[in-house]
T-cell receptor
Framework: AQTVTQSQPEMSVQEAETVTLSCTYD???????LFWYKQPPSRQMILVIR??????QNATENRFSVNFQKAAKSFSLKISDSQLGDTAMYFC????????????FGAGTTVTVRA | NAGVTQTPKFQVLKTGQSMTLQCAQD?????MYWYRQDPGMGLRLIYY???????DKGEVPNGYNVSRLNKREFSLRLESAAPSQTSVYFC????????????FGPGTRLTVT
């Protein structure tokens, strides 16, 4: 099984500021996908952003962007212009390409946006 | 289009009781998954079904059984519940031929006393 590590259990950010969440993973695979999921207090899992390992360009979705460093096996998430609705737990996840497309999750980072 | 639905949303069981968690998806996805979420551990895969008629063990299958009833439905059964199975359970589905994104249900919070 792949190991995904999120070393920051909790983070707090002022509204409108930027916060960066870290994620590292351990794999011997060359082809894979990486994801960030958001879980607000409603408990619903929501896909925030995804990155294909073969793509060198970092993915961006509106205020969310990633810094993908394949050699370092690092996949951080940057939330810009933080909003109160960004308050949630964020999970980093790994999926090997091919096979059964199973997800391996990190332990999560709780992000609190302060007004 | 409801996506992925799960029933029940909450359940309390006594040790030794059995129950089945139901999951259904209306997106015509081939693959379905069951995860459990525990504090400080993220989501862990219990069982999955890559296609109708197939099921396979995930990372933490002990104490659980699954049935892929048809393409839409994938149930998770606890035969003899234990306090260690207190958790939040998520069902997910995906269609890997077109996209590898997994779509999650709203979860079931299960407490075993």
């Amino acid at each position: 099984a792949q190991t995904v590590t999120q070393s920051q259990p909790e983070m707090s950010v002022q509204e409108a500021e930027t916060v960066t969440l870290s994620c590292t993973y351990d794999t011997s695979e060359s082809n894979y996908y990486l994801f960030w999921y958001k879980q607000p207090p409603s408990r619903q899992m929501i896909l925030v952003i995804r990155q294909e390992a073969y793509k060198q360009q970092n993915a961006t979705e509106n205020r969310f962007s990633v810094n993908f460093q394949k050699a370092a096996k690092s996949f951080s998430l940057k939330i810009s212009d933080s909003q109160l609705g960004d308050t949630a737990m964020y999970f980093c996840a790994f999926m090997k390409q091919g096979g059964d497309y199973k997800l391996s999750f990190g332990a999560g980072t709780t992000v609190t946006v302060r007004a | 289009n409801a996506g992925v639905t799960q029933t029940p949303k909450f359940q309390v069981l006594k040790t030794g009781q059995s129950m089945t968690l139901q999951c259904a998806q209306d997106m015509n996805h081939n693959s379905m998954y069951w995860y459990r979420q525990d504090p400080g551990m993220g989501l862990r895969l219990i069982y999955y079904s890559a296609s109708e008629g197939t099921t396979d063990k995930g990372e933490v299958p002990n104490g659980y059984n699954v049935s892929r009833l048809n393409k839409r439905e994938f149930s998770l059964r606890l035969e003899s519940a234990a306090p260690s199975q207190t958790s939040v359970y998520f069902c997910a589905s995906s269609e890997v031929s077109t996209s590898y994104e997994q779509y999650f249900g709203p979860g079931t919070r299960l407490t075993v006393t």
